[in-house]
């Protein structure tokens, strides 16, 4: 069956990079754009940008620049997300989604847990 | 502060019907399509309702969305214990080329 199968729960030190995984099956890997959420602690849904998984170009949501990179190993289906100079408030929920028309996430990951602390 | 704007909680006894609203602008719910997600406790987020009013296959017709002009709703006709969760609106937003979402509103069947 379809499925956005995410790498385990993170936890890392201020300044420290983190790299998340978001493995795809069950669907052609390049038919549809994957997109990245964040969620932070009780808070609501933030979207983070998007990356074309037929060009592998990313385009990034405004407060995502920078620091953050979404790249792709169509080898194995796989898209990931990393965060460098990791600072608390990154400590958040990450999410990668499948979108279709209409800008519909149509399929989520299960999320990974990234936590920031000292 | 969310682009698009939804009451923080709504609640109702079970087989009540509860709507949820989310209003927006002429950049984002004005022009584009809303779509509607339900986040179960500690789950991810499940698409409930895309393009304003569509239930993806297996979402109860209890559920149905609504648009007009740069406000959208989303409706629950007989409340059910299980349709407990937090839901969230969004939309494609053209001002700021990206995905906008509301800041979610928590179901409770009392």
């Known amino acids: 069956q379809v499925q956005l199968v995410q790498s385990g729960s993170e936890l890392k030190k201020p300044g420290a990079s983190v790299k998340v995984s978001c493995k795809a099956s069950?669907?052609?890997?390049?038919?549809?754009?994957m997109n990245w959420v964040r969620q932070a602690p009780g808070q609501g849904l933030e979207w983070m940008g998007w990356?074309?998984?037929?060009?592998?170009?990313?385009t990034y949501a405004q407060g995502f620049t920078g620091r953050f990179v979404f790249s792709l190993d169509t080898s194995v289906s796989t898209a990931y997300l990393q965060i460098s100079s990791l600072k608390a408030a990154d400590t958040a929920v990450y999410y990668c989604?499948?979108?279709?028309?209409?800008?519909?996430?149509?399929?989520w990951g299960q999320g990974t847990l990234v936590t920031v602390s000292s | 502060q969310s682009v698009l704007t939804q009451p923080p909680s709504a609640s109702g006894t079970p087989g009540q019907r509860v709507t949820i609203s989310c209003s927006g602008s002429?950049?984002?719910?004005?022009?584009?399509?809303v779509n509607w997600y339900q986040q179960l406790p500690g789950t991810a987020p499940k698409l409930l309702m895309y393009?304003?009013?569509q239930r993806p296959s297996g979402v109860p017709d209890r559920f149905s969305g609504s648009k007009s002009g740069t406000s959208a709703s989303l409706a629950i006709s007989g409340l059910q214990s299980e349709d407990e969760a937090d839901y969230y609106c969004a939309a494609w937003d053209d001002s700021l080329n990206g995905v906008v979402f509301g800041g979610g509103t928590k179901v409770t069947a009392l």
């Open positions: 989604a499948t979108v279709a028309g209409s800008w519909t996430f149509q399929r």
């Open positions: 990356i074309n998984t037929h060009t592998g170009n990313p």
């Open positions: 393009t304003n009013n």
């Open positions: 069950g669907y052609t890997f390049s038919s549809d754009a």
């Open positions: 002429n950049s984002n719910i004005g022009s584009n399509a």
